[in-house]
């Protein structure tokens, strides 16, 4: 089981966010558990400070270190420098980019404690000294980190084993890279990229688009391919249209993964010519 410890100065915002979809049954499958900390609960003074005005001048107000530190050694964490499977990730606009990658590492991991940031910031020798980690969903400001826990939360939880039902979903999703290469063709070498299980996989891209019944509506028509029943042509048609897709509005994916040959190619046609594949 998983552990998530969320250290926040609103804990009744998690009420709904971790209440519903998946991450509600696996904590119900006992998948997860999840802990609230009021940071409040960890102030000394009768107004149950949590923020200071920053040394050196500034606008608005940072948390303070002392009700954090409190918190996360009333959780028995150890000391950063100590810690093997356990996290303590500091949420804020200077951290990390998340990505898929980070995810899979924290789902490895025995517990994860999130300190989710408010106002200006906090105070740094919470970064310097007791979180090990800093992630940032995005290159935009949000209110503060409790959206921010939600999210990274959800994106680990959904790849713990169970968690999905269908353990194929998590390795189909985008941004989700193959492993290594197990049978090799005369187009590629042993340990070049694996192409995606049956007629599905994003292999580090953006998805591919998804269509269901009716197989027509007001005209628009699903395309043949996928309703002919041919797999390796599915599976070719929806990687080409995941390149077409991430070359549109993410091609700095592109630099992430490895193509074969054949993707190459197709990559060089689209930019070449702006040709649609």
Known sequence: MLRFDLITIFPEFFKGPLDFGIVRRAKEARLIEVGIHDLRVFTR??????DDRPF???????????????????????????????????????GKLFRQEIAQELATLDRVVFVCGRYEGVDERVSEELADREISVGDYILSGGELAAAIVLDAVTRLLPGALGNEASARQ???????????????????????????????GLLDYPHYTRPAE?????????????????IRRWRRRKALEKTLRNRPDLLTQVELTAEERDWVAQIVAGGQKV
């Open 45 to 50: 003074d009768k107004h149950r400070t949590v």
């Open 56 to 94: 050196g001048g500034g606008e608005g107000m940072v948390l303070k270190p002392e009700p954090i530190f409190e918190c996360v050694e009333s959780l028995g964490i150890p000391a950063r420098g100590e810690r093997q499977r356990t996290s303590v990730v500091m949420l804020t606009p200077q």
């Open 173 to 203: 999703e985008s941004f989700t890279r193959y492993t290594e290469k197990t049978v090799s063709t005369p187009a590629e070498p042993p340990g070049g990229p694996v192409p995606p299980d049956s007629t599905c996989g994003s292999g």
């Open 217 to 233: 509506f007001r005209g628009m028509q699903v395309p043949e391919v996928l309703v002919g029943g041919n797999h390796d042509d």
